[in-house]
């Protein structure tokens, strides 16, 4: 079907776009009313990520609500350990937590790798009703977890401000470190191809925690199975957003990716400089909608000013916040518009 | 009185050392048997902090148990809003938190500014203690958080990961939180200057938080504030310690500051190149010492390496982490004066 709207995959690809692409990374969830309101139905966040129709509904919602440029489908970056054999709870106002964890190489000998892809049906039929109901409007993102914050949650079994127990394993047992991000790695790409097969027209790498590793630990145990990944799915463009690796940006330049995402840690000149002619993402701070309407839009026109018009998709450096009022990520969106319209 | 090892005041102050100086940021506690023997005699952590005679007496464990070259008052950033009117808990496994907060100009009002430094006999009365103990054997280090960070928790309340309440207030009240900032910042040249007084040689301060800003944030609300407090104390040299912005490490350099802090996030040969001739203290990952000896003294001495000799200050680049075995932390201090023998 050919896409009414293909800015999105336009500007993935380096081709000329006749206004600046908007999306949010965690848009579908969190912000609208009508979110919430299909959440208090529910027993919890699982439920929600595993009902296919559920997930597919509240991933429509911000394109019909909101008027982004493309639509994420609704699922959790956590989905992987859980169909390699480590399933978690996701605690609310808390995050996720995983009874079991991974800390020898019997444990990792455990787990499913490319065959957990077979585990995640509910995700691809989540894209596939998605896909039918976007009739075309705009592209369909997909997504996964970088194998290193992967391996960070499956080790250190929650969120942590340190991860010090993961990266522990880098420091103390590298060999078992790079047992279990091959495993990962394999079930990674098996589901992402899934996920392109189901519909998705482009892809999100997300490392989450790329931000607490060395430059050398980020090369060894991220950078590599990243581009592992990215060279395996030729098929559609892919997006790595290594969270806080604004260190690495010029290695992460040299990915066979489309584009990268970039936090706002980084001045958009100084990203422009380290990331040669990769199309950009990113990277208002999520912060700046809580800020007036005024406001807002100053700071996202001169972000636009900063990146450019062109090989640039407009975002926040990092999901949207929780607490964000509808309204004011309705004035982020339409000051990309008006951007755009006005140059 | 004379120094008898003045190896990290020759550093920081640009002069030659015949070996690297080696310290730990949070070793006056967390690590050592000895540390955890007084804890457990007491109420919680604040009594420690607020007894001097005890306070001194853990600052002196490191030196006497693990050989570092410098002595750090043991203390917290947040005795600063608690002298100016706003006390705070620290909750075991948990981390500080504010019962009340600051939300309005009323609330700033209400505060004390640099009269606040009056209500911290405690802690120069430590310094005095460990001071006259130390009988000159290491330099005795002071410090405060730096303005950003202190404000940070004062609006926050706690700790978080995204501070995205401090944060609201730089982008929809900027003159309050300039407001906010001209009181910690008075309040903590006063206590610094008191600190001196007692017999600090030298100063650093943490600005724990300053990762978490944009560059134009961390310009306007911490770097101009902390260049205030910089110039305001000639006495002894001061580091600063900007975590997770190394994104502006060349504006930092421009800091009147004797010596820089740096994480693990950048290249030693990077943040040379970045920071000029300031001497650079760190920054080595805390978790390097989860690592076998072998490992550990391999790091040490590749940073080393990469650093150099000259203008340096090894540490770690973040407090220890406190599941750290103290073995393994006087396994990095012999290797950094193991690496100077051989040189």
């Known amino acids: 079907m050919t896409l009414q709207n293909d800015l999105l995959l336009r500007a993935a690809r380096g081709e000329k776009t006749e206004r600046v692409p908007v999306w949010l ?21 699982k439920e929600l990520a595993t009902t296919p129709t559920l997930a597919a509904e509240v991933t429509l919602q911000p394109v019909d609500l909101l008027g982004v440029d493309a639509a994420i489908i609704f699922s ?40 957990a892809a077979e585990h995640l049906e509910y995700v691809y039929e989540a894209l596939k009703i998605t896909k039918k109901e976007l009739n075309g409007r705009v592209p369909l993102i997909g997504f996964a977890g970088a194998p290193w914050t992967i391996l960070a949650y499956m080790v250190e079994g929650s969120g942590s401000k340190t991860f010090s127990k993961a990266k522990r394993m880098l420091y103390s047992e590298p060999a078992m470190a790079h047992a279990l991000l091959r495993k990962i790695t394999d079930a990674t790409i098996a589901y992402l191809k899934r996920q392109v097969l189901s519909g998705a027209d482009m892809l999100q790498l997300f490392d989450s925690w790329a931000g607490i590793l060395s430059p050398a630990l980020f090369e060894e145990f991220s950078l590599n199975y990243i581009r592992e990944i990215c060279e395996a799915i030729p098929e559609v463009p892919v997006t790595v957003f290594a969270k806080g690796a604004n260190f690495a940006l010029s290695q992460q330049a040299k990915l066979p990716c489309a584009t990268l995402g970039v936090d706002w840690n980084i001045e958009p000149e100084e990203a422009r400089r380290l990331a040669g002619t990769k199309t950009l993402q990113g990277n208002l701070d999520p912060c700046v909608l809580y800020a007036s309407f005024k406001e807002i839009e100053s700071h996202t026109h001169a972000m636009i000013r900063s990146f450019g018009t062109q090989r640039y998709i407009a975002n926040l450096g990092h999901g949207v916040y929780a607490d964000t009022n509808a309204d004011h990520v309705r004035c982020f969106i339409d000051a990309v518009k008006s951007y755009s319209n006005k140059a």
């Open 25 to 45: 990374m965690r848009q579908a969830g969190r912000i609208l009313p009508e979110y919430r309101a299909v959440r208090e139905r529910l027993s919890g966040f």
């Open 76 to 115: 959790d970056i956590l989905v992987i350990p859980e169909a390699m054999g480590l399933p978690y709870d996701m605690i609310e106002a808390k995050g996720p937590s995983f009874p079991k964890v991974v800390r020898s190489q019997n444990d990792i000998d455990a787990l499913l790798g490319k065959e």
